[in-house]
């Protein structure tokens, strides 16, 4: 966004960082309102340019409201499956009023016993991988949109710490999968900070790489 702050010198801009999500505020200065609403649109033309997919509203709506208004227009419906973040996705996205039209459900399977009892995932894959691994946050997703019934699903497992981590997981290690009828899309992150700070960048990274997900899911 450097470019595009310099291009402005006569807007005030904002800049505020949260976890997962960053919001820029921008306000102009000129001698008449029609003026300002028109430098105005042309910063928004220049940062949503800058920022490609990774911009996702002028209003400020949350991500998880940008991603029911994707469900919506698709006419799809969304269910979870969560292990380290307990809930916590699911919470986020249920925040939206008028969630019920497209979520589901969700299922929080923290031990290996339910990620296979609730969601399939085989226990030679949770054996040979680990339930921290790609192969098994693949499983967890297409077993909650096949238990569920739904046409997207979201699943997330990790080690939020601040016990359990190793040399290869090390703490903060997170993966999460996003389903859409015509493909699934897979993140791995490590993330610093607490047990707390993980969890909740762990939600915001997830229902951002699912907006991802229904934006390359083209209708």
Do not use: N
């Not at 997981?169 to 707390?196: C, D, N, Q, S, W």
């Amino acid at each position: 966004l450097a470019p595009v702050l310099r291009a402005f010198p006569r807007v005030d801009f904002t800049i505020l960082a949260d976890l997962g999500l960053v919001e820029l505020h921008a306000g102009a200065r000129a001698p008449r309102l029609g003026a300002a609403d028109a430098l105005l649109a042309r910063v928004e033309r220049r940062v949503a340019a800058a920022m490609g997919t990774s911009y996702f509203s002028r209003e400020g709506e949350s991500l998880a409201a940008a991603v029911g208004l994707g469900l919506t227009r698709r006419g799809w419906r969304l269910a979870t499956a969560e292990s380290c973040t307990a809930g916590l996705v699911a919470g986020s996205l249920t925040a939206v009023p008028g969630s019920s039209a497209w979520f589901v459900g969700g299922a929080v399977a923290y031990s290996d016993r339910l990620k296979t009892e609730l969601l399939g995932v085989p226990e030679t894959l949770l054996r040979g991988h680990g339930a921290v691994s790609e192969p098994a946050v693949r499983a967890m997703v297409e077993g909650a949109a096949e238990r569920f019934g739904t046409e997207a699903a979201l699943a997330v497992t990790g080690i939020a710490g601040p016990g359990g981590g190793t040399s290869a997981k090390p703490v903060g290690l997170v993966y999460m999968a996003a389903l859409t009828p015509r493909r699934i899309e897979v993140a791995r992150r490590v993330f610093p900070g607490t047990r707390e700070q993980v969890r909740r960048r762990a939600v915001a990274h997830a229902v951002a790489l699912l907006r991802s997900a229904l934006s390359s899911d083209v209708v």
